[in-house]
């Protein structure tokens, strides 16, 4: 998980969207028969009479018109004001565009469902026995060069990414919770103890605790070609050949050539294990946000990497593309700087002499904002007011009964009035309990067309309700000055606007454990710690406690707010007609070897 | 005796205002700018008194993007925000900050070059190689960073900003202009008649280029006007809630603003246009005045 602005955002999101393409998993509700025509479910939505469009209209999943050809290419536009680094190999790679291009031409031996849990349909299968995991690799697996994956090559992965000299961003909890791995990095030991390769194809993991997120998305499944990789040593391999020039994979596609930082062009791996891919040949190039609409109408791109929802209601009427669309999962939130980071401890240290301590102050600046009224006026429907800290994207903990709290501007008076927040020099706005003034300061980012209105808009509101509430330094904040400033606890902010997206793993740790650098908010308590220990808990494997646990989480949240959240999200991309076989989001059963078109050139707009 | 007066009183040599004033009045083009120049500035000016800048800038949620039509002269913005109010205000932050930067940058390069071209010498040599060094400074990027650092800025310290790059043009140009002057026989006969330096320099040197920095400064103003505005559409500039001409200009960055929704930087773009063109035309006829052998009237 990580912080992000929202194109940013966007691009993570759409590489897990991706990944799951060539995942696969239970059939979606909503995706049907895949391989016939299915008009009827995928026809492009229309705004209501409102103007308002809504997310539950789009479908995921291509409609197929038309006979696809043979072979044929397809564009891919990745969608980004800069160009992508270039460290192409899931072991070593940082920025989110470069994991768009390695999506293309490798993948993740297990594959997942839609509730983001590893299924046995991948290029892998897996067995679990207490805190042993048996994995076996499909026979008809092999890299692009011919090799077969071997379980070595999984091995060797978690050798390098575990080595003292490992300069990548992986190593972390998911793999200090192998059995041995810890002394293997301290260099005590010469093998990790808890993994075991039985043979070729199969190999032994032992974990030291097993939780249900271990299951979602904590066993690193992307093995090293060892016969490639195994001279280089440890601290050269990031800016190797293999990983710049020739990167290696076993996906669907092989690479052709590589334009560094601008363009990939991909050929069909006809050995793929899923079968031959029905295109012949893949580009990948690099867009510029500001002309995404452009490419698009003049088939320069058959499909991009993410589309910028504020300008969908001008462009929903394109006649050549059709719009998918999917709930993300991510949003927008306002949080309340409640504490300190004690980076010695590793700890957040909740203050409760902070000027937002007192929780009715909370409770009010969340009842005395109006989010469905920006979430229509805004994006036009396409991002809604949001209710809990759990997004409606994982709908197996996101708790529906749960209202949030709504816009009323009485009650946020009446709890305000009640906790002392009252206007004594009559200058129209509140002091504090204490008679001081109260100015709460208020950290926004900068970036996406709206950030300035939409800041303007909640600082009126709050006035309303007559808080006073000013800009830091009377203007927004760029991305990384605004988390550099939240991250250190700068005192001048108090409440921030932040945005987060969610791990396919549910836990909630990474954001309000008190552990967690990434708690920007600083609060914590007993009931919250006691409530997301629970949440991975052995007991938490019962889907049904595990509900209960993060509803009951959900409901402390919304009581305590150290945060509110006030918009959840959606994406929508524009697919070319001539595209077949193409879906977003996760467990929709379609992979990137099926893709095709229905002709050779992108159809233009009309 | 009565005759002798009378023939003293006849020919008088015109003076610099009524050649100006006939030069301007000779260049029609010249002088509808300086209509036009007036009537906007009386205007923004006058009309800014009676709006309120809080509300304009006060994003209302139900009239986002509406076109143009009676509630809205000029429709509205992203923000529900009044174009026509914001053009208004735009017009004379703008305005007002031209102005200030040309006369910081006035006041200030006058007294250098003037100090520096009159004593000459050692003097000279060390202010130019001060100015010099303020030359070389990375002009925009300087001003990036302050505009980056400093927490609050107003009209004041987005001026006081570039004032501090913008007055060695100025300066320069008066140097050499206050060094052919300080040799001409009127300074030399006030020196033995004893007059101090400061006199010298600022009653008697001074008027005699006053010319010189009117022109100048006329032609600096529509430059100062492009650069805020540019800065503005940077996204260096003011922060939207306090709108400039550059800030108007800036939502056409946005691809759907630019095809779609014109009203909201048409009117601003045009304005710009209309008021450096003027402020030129009007810089050019009092060039002209100031040289006898290009003058019209």
């Given amino acids: ?606 | 005796m009565e005759n002798k007066n009378e023939i003293e009183q006849v020919e008088k040599s015109p003076s610099g205002f009524s050649i100006i004033w006939r030069e301007i009045v000779r260049d029609k083009l010249a002088l509808v700018s300086l209509i036009f120049l007036i009537l906007i500035t009386v205007f923004v000016y006058g009309v800014s008194i009676i709006l309120d800048q809080d509300e304009i800038v006060t994003v209302d949620l139900f009239s986002i993007h509406e076109p143009p039509g009676e509630e809205f002269w000029l429709g509205t913005d992203y923000g529900g925000r009044d174009i026509f109010g914001q053009l208004i205000i735009g017009t004379r932050n703008s305005l007002s900050i031209g102005i200030l930067v040309t006369l910081m940058t006035g006041i200030i390069g006058v007294v250098f070059g003037l100090v520096s071209g009159y004593f000459g010498g050692h003097i000279d040599n060390i202010m130019m190689r001060i100015l010099d060094f303020f030359l070389i400074l990375p002009f925009l990027m300087i001003v990036i960073v302050f505009v980056a650092i400093v927490p609050k800025y107003s009209i004041w310290t987005f001026s006081l900003i570039m004032t501090a790059f913008l007055w060695m043009g100025i300066a320069r140009l008066i140097r050499s202009k206050a060094l052919q002057e300080k040799e001409l026989d009127y300074v030399q006969a006030s020196k033995t008649l004893g007059s101090s330096n400061f006199k010298i320099m600022f009653t008697q040197v001074l008027p005699n280029i006053t010319s010189l920095i009117i022109v100048t400064m006329t032609l600096n103003l529509a430059a100062n006007i492009g650069l805020e505005s540019g800065l503005s559409f940077l996204g260096f500039g003011f922060p939207e809630s306090t709108p400039s001409l550059g800030t108007l200009l800036s939502y056409a960055r946005n691809p759907q603003t630019l095809e779609y929704r014109w009203w909201i930087w048409v009117p601003a773009s045009v304005l710009i246009l209309l008021l450096m063109l003027s402020i030129r035309n009007v810089g050019e006829a009092l060039k002209r005045a100031t040289d006898a052998r290009q003058r019209r009237g």
């Fill in chain 1, 1 to 606: 998980m990580t912080k992000t602005s929202l194109q940013k955002l966007l691009f993570a999101i759409m590489l897990v969207m991706l990944l799951a393409l060539a995942a696969c998993g239970g059939d979606d509700n909503e995706s049907g028969d895949t391989d016939s025509d299915n008009d009827s479910t995928t026809e492009e939505s229309e705004a209501n009479e409102d103007g308002l469009f809504s997310i539950d209209d789009f479908s995921n999943i291509k409609s197929n018109e038309g006979e696809a050809i043979e072979g044929g290419s397809f564009t891919y536009g990745l969608v980004s004001d800069t160009a992508f680094e270039g460290t192409l190999n899931w072991n070593f790679y940082s920025g989110n565009p470069d994991a768009e291009v390695i999506t293309w031409f490798d993948e993740a031996l297990l594959t997942w469902d839609e509730n983001y849990v590893y299924t046995n349909d991948g290029a892998a299968t897996y067995e679990a026995d207490g805190n042993t995991f048996t994995f076996t690799i499909r026979d008809n697996v092999n890299w692009h060069d011919g090799e077969p994956v071997t379980a070595e090559d999984w091995l060797f992965a978690h050798e390098v990414i575990g080595h003292p000299d490992y300069d990548g961003p992986r190593y972390g909890t998911d793999f200090t919770n192998i059995e041995g791995m810890e002394e293997y990095h301290a260099g005590e030991a010469d093998t990790i103890s808890g993994i075991e390769v039985v043979d070729e194809k199969t190999l032994k993991i032992t974990y030291k605790e097993v939780t249900p997120s271990l299951v979602t998305g904590s066993i690193w499944t992307y093995p090293l070609a060892k016969h490639i990789f195994e001279d280089i040593p440890v601290a050269d391999m990031s800016s190797s050949d293999a990983v710049r020039k020739n990167p290696i994979g076993f996906g669907p596609f092989k690479v052709e050539t590589i334009v560094p930082g601008e363009s990939v062009t991909y050929t069909k791996n006809e050995d793929y294990w899923r079968g031959e891919p029905k295109l012949d040949s893949v580009t990948l190039k690099v867009i510029n946000p500001t002309v995404v609409v452009n490419e698009l109408e003049t088939g320069g791109v058959d499909t991009v990497s993410s589309f910028p929802v504020d300008q969908y209601p001008d462009n929903s009427d394109l006649s050549n593309v059709e719009f998918l669309g999917n709930v993300d999962r991510a949003f927008t939130y306002m949080g309340f700087k409640l504490g300190k980071w004690d980076g010695d401890a590793g700890k957040v240290v909740p203050d409760p002499n902070a000027k937002m301590a007192n929780k009715n102050l909370r409770q009010a600046m969340w009842h005395a904002v109006d989010n469905s009224a920006v979430a229509d006026n805004f994006y036009h429907g396409l991002r809604w007011n949001a209710t809990t800290l759990i997004p409606p994207s994982h709908p197996e903990f996101h708790d529906e009964s749960n209202p949030g709290r709504e816009y009323d501007v009485d009650k946020a008076n009446e709890l305000l009035d009640e906790a002392g927040y009252v206007d004594t020099n009559d200058d129209g706005f509140r002091e504090d309990p204490d008679g001081e003034e109260l100015v709460i300061n208020f950290a926004s980012m900068s970036g996406g067309d709206t950030a300035e209105p939409i800041a303007q808009y909640y600082i009126q509101s709050w006035e309303n309700v007559g808080l006073k509430v000013e800009l830091v330094d009377g203007r927004l904040m760029e991305f990384n000055t605004f988390y550099d400033r939240v991250e250190a606890d700068d005192p001048e902010i108090d409440i921030y606007q932040g945005a987060w997206g969610v791990g396919i793993d549910i836990d909630p740790r990474g954001l309000w454990g008190e552990t967690a650098a990434y708690n920007y908010t600083r609060w914590t308590s007993e009931e919250n710690e006691s409530l997301l220990a629970d949440g991975v808990s052995e007991e938490a494997f019962e889907v049904e406690y595990r509900q209960e646990v993060y509803k009951e989480w959900q409901e402390l949240m919304v009581e305590e707010v150290p945060a509110f959240p006030t918009l959840y999200r959606s994406v929508v991309v524009p697919v070319n007609n001539r595209v077949h076989n193409y879906a977003i989001g996760d467990g929709t059963g379609i992979y990137l070897h099926e893709l095709a078109v229905t002709q050779e050139e992108p159809i233009v707009a009309e």
